[in-house]
C-alpha cells in the first residue's frame, strides 16, 4: 500500500477495504494521511466510497475541499468479495492545467468494472475461496465472470457460430488458436456456459477464462491458458505502471506490433517547441538532450505550465521502466525548446525562433502542438527553413471543432494531425478541414505532468505528438528517408476512417505504427489483417476488447500489489 502510494504522488490518502458491513467503518485505516485532519466532508466522503465497495459498487465523490485546493474521493470495487479500493485523491493537477486548458483534463477514475472474480485455485472447479483478507486471497486466481474459453473438437462455422452469439448473447468472440474461442456473455455467466458447452459441444475443456495466474506482486502473466503462439502475445507490452490502465492509444495504433520492427534509435531528436519540459521528471530525465528558453534565454527549458512535457511523454517517456507511462519511442531524443511564456501563449517570433533554432541543432522532427487561425509570414519562413534543412514539421489542427484552417498545421510544408476518441471518432473538440493529413488519439491521452506526476490530457496537442514520435521511429527503421517521403508514408500507410479515402475529419486516417514502420523499412506494408476464421465480430469490438483486456490486467496489477502488503 504504501508502495502505491509513493507510486502515485497525487493520491493523499488510500485504504484497502476487505470487512463485512457489519463492522463499523472505523476499522479502515487509511495509509498516508490522518483522515481526522481533513474537512468533514472529506470523511464523509471516506465513508461513503468504503460503504459503496462493500455493496460492490464504485464512487466518485463531488470536489471536496483538499489542503486549499480540491480533491476527490474514489473507490473501485475488486469483484464481488466486498474488497475494494478507497483513495482521496489530491487534485492540484487538475486545477492547474485546469487554469490554462479548458475542459481539456480529465481527471481518470479507476475502472469501475466487476467483469472479475478471484477463485481458489482448483482446476476444473468453481466452488468459491471464502476470501476475508487480503492474505487469505493470495493463491487465488482471477477470471472474468461473463467469459469462457473454450477448446472445441473442430472449427465452428460461421453458421454455427451465429447461432451460438443468439444462444449465450454473446458480445465478444474470438478465435485465438485454431479450435480455441473466447466468448463473453452479456447475460450468461462463467459456470453458466462452462455447463452448456459440456452438455452440447463435447468440448476438449470449458474453463474460466483466468486473467491472472500468479500473485507475486509482478506484472500480470497473459492469459495464460492460451499458451504461446495467440496473436496478442506476440506484441510487446510494457510493464510500465499506468500503461495498462490508461493508455489506450498505443495498442490503439499497433504500436507495440510495431516494436518488433523498431523501437527507435538514439541518435533521432524530436523537438518539442512549447511550453518546455519539467528536465527531471523520473520517466523522461534519460530522454532529453539540451534545448533552449526563448522566452528567457538566461533560463534552461523548464516547464511552467505543463503542456510541454505532456507532449514530451508521449513521444519519450521512458518505457518498460516499472514507472508510469510508456512512451511511443524507446530511445528517441527529446530536444525541450521553450517558446511559450507561463500562461501556455507565444508570440509568432518566438514559436519561430525555436522552430529556426531547432532545425539548426539537429532536431529530425519538430512538434508544434499549436497554432491559431492567423497566417504570419515570419513563421510560415521559419518552418520552410526547417523543412528545407530536412526536418519533418508536425502540428496541431486546434481544438475549436471548425473547418477554419488553423496555421501552422494548414502550412503545405507541415503534417496537419487532427485527433480522434477511443472510439475511432472525430474527437468533438478537433478541427478539421482539406488541410488534415492524418487523424491520431487525442483524448484523454495519459503521459508526464510537471511534480514529476502524471495525467491524462485531451486535444489535438496530444494527437500532435503520437505523429512526430512515428516519424521518429520511421527515421529509426530506414534514416536516408526524406520529410516529404516520411510524410507521404504517414498518410499511406493511415487506417482509413469515417468517409471513404481522404476526407476531411481524419485526412488519410488513423496513423498505424507498424504499417507505417514496415513501410519505412522497405517492407511492403502488411497485409490487411487476415480475417480470422468464423470471427464475426467487427474490429472496432475487437479493438475495445484489446483496450477492455488491459484495464483488467492493470487492475490485476493493483490487487496484487495490494494483496502483498
Ligand atoms: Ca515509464
Ligand atoms: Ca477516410
Do not use: C
Amino acid at each position: 500500500m504504501k508502495d502505491m502510494l509513493a507510486a502515485n504522488p497525487h493520491f493523499e490518502a488510500m485504504a484497502w477495504t476487505s470487512g463485512s458491513s457489519g463492522s463499523s467503518g472505523s476499522s479502515e485505516t487509511a495509509v498516508g494521511a490522518k483522515l481526522e485532519r481533513y474537512d468533514p466532508a472529506v470523511r464523509q466522503a471516506w465513508q461513503e466510497g468504503i460503504t459503496a465497495v462493500r455493496l460492490g459498487r464504485g464512487f466518485e465523490s463531488a470536489a471536496l475541499p483538499v489542503h486549499g485546493d480540491s480533491g476527490y474521493v474514489l473507490a473501485v470495487p475488486a469483484g464481488e468479495g466486498r474488497q475494494g479500493l478507497v483513495a482521496l485523491i489530491h487534485a492540484d493537477a487538475v486545477d492547474e492545467v485546469g487554469k490554462h486548458q479548458r475542459r481539456n483534463l480529465r481527471l481518470v477514475p479507476y475502472p469501475d468494472n466487476s467483469r472479475f472474480r478471484t477463485q481458489a485455485t482448483e482446476p476444473g472447479k468453481l466452488r468459491d475461496k471464502q476470501v476475508t483478507s487480503g492474505d487469505a486471497n493470495g493463491n487465488a486466481s482471477h477470471y472474468a465472470v461473463d467469459e469462457v474459453v473454450v477448446k472445441l473438437r473442430r472449427q465452428l462455422t460461421p453458421r454455427e457460430l451465429l447461432q451460438l452469439r443468439k444462444t449465450l448473447n454473446l458480445s465478444v468472440a474470438r478465435e485465438h488458436r485454431r479450435q480455441t474461442y473466447v466468448f463473453r456473455s452479456k447475460t450468461l455467466r462463467t459456470a453458466q456456459m462452462i455447463d452448456y458447452f459440456n452438455k452440447n459441444w463435447n468440448p476438449v475443456f470449458a474453463e474460466p477464462h483466468y486473467l491472472y495466474l500468479t500473485n507475486d506482486g509482478k506484472p500480470a502473466g497473459r492469459l495464460a491458458p492460451l499458451g504461446a503462439g495467440s496473436p496478442l502475445q506476440t506484441d510487446v507490452v510494457p510493464n510500465d505502471t499506468l500503461y495498462g490502465q490508461y493508455q489506450w492509444n498505443l495498442p490503439e495504433i499497433a504500436t507495440e506490433s510495431g516494436w518488433n520492427v523498431t523501437r527507435g534509435k538514439q541518435d533521432i531528436v524530436v523537438a518539442v517547441v512549447d511550453t518546455g519540459v519539467q528536465l527531471d521528471h523520473p520517466d523522461l530525465k534519460g530522454r532529453l538532450v539540451a534545448g533552449t528558453n526563448i522566452v528567457d534565454p538566461s533560463a534552461p527549458p523548464e516547464d511552467d505550465v505543463g503542456h510541454g512535457t505532456h507532449v514530451a511523454g508521449i513521444i519519450a517517456a521512458e518505457v518498460n521502466n516499472n514507472e508510469g507511462v510508456a512512451g511511443m519511442t524507446w530511445y528517441t531524443k527529446v530536444m525541450p525548446v521553450k517558446a511559450l511564456d507561463n500562461s501556455g501563449a507565444g508570440t509568432t517570433y518566438s514559436v519561430a525562433e525555436g522552430i529556426i533554432w531547432a532545425a539548426d541543432h539537429g532536431a529530425q522532427v519538430i512538434n508544434l502542438s499549436l497554432g491559431n487561425y492567423a497566417q504570419a509570414q515570419f513563421l510560415h519562413d521559419a518552418i520552410k527553413y526547417a523543412h528545407d534543412k530536412g526536418a519533418l514539421v508536425v502540428a496541431a489542427s486546434g481544438n475549436d471543432n471548425t473547418d477554419r484552417p488553423g496555421y501552422p498545421a494548414a502550412y503545405p510544408e507541415v503534417v496537419a494531425v487532427g485527433a480522434t476518441g477511443s472510439d475511432e471518432l472525430r474527437a468533438p473538440y478537433s478541427n478539421y478541414g482539406d488541410y488534415i493529413d492524418v487523424a491520431a488519439p487525442g483524448t484523454s491521452i495519459a503521459s508526464t505532468y510537471p511534480g514529476s506526476r502524471y495525467a491524462a490530457l485531451s486535444g489535438t496537442s496530444m494527437a500532435t505528438p503520437h505523429v512526430s514520435a512515428l516519424a521518429s521511429l520511421m527515421l529509426a527503421a530506414d534514416g536516408s528517408l526524406s520529410n516529404d517521403r516520411i510524410a507521404e508514408l504517414l498518410g499511406k500507410t493511415a487506417r482509413d476512417l469515417g468517409a471513404a479515402g481522404k476526407d476531411t475529419e481524419f485526412g488519410y486516417g488513423q496513423i498505424d505504427v507498424r504499417a507505417a514502420v514496415e513501410a519505412a523499412a522497405g517492407k511492403s506494408a502488411a497485409p490487411a489483417a487476415s480475417k480470422q476464421a468464423a470471427v464475426a465480430d467487427t474490429q472496432n469490438a475487437g479493438q475495445a476488447d484489446v483496450v477492455q483486456q488491459r484495464l483488467l490486467e492493470r487492475l490485476q496489477n493493483l490487487l496484487s500489489n495490494l494483496l502483498g502488503h
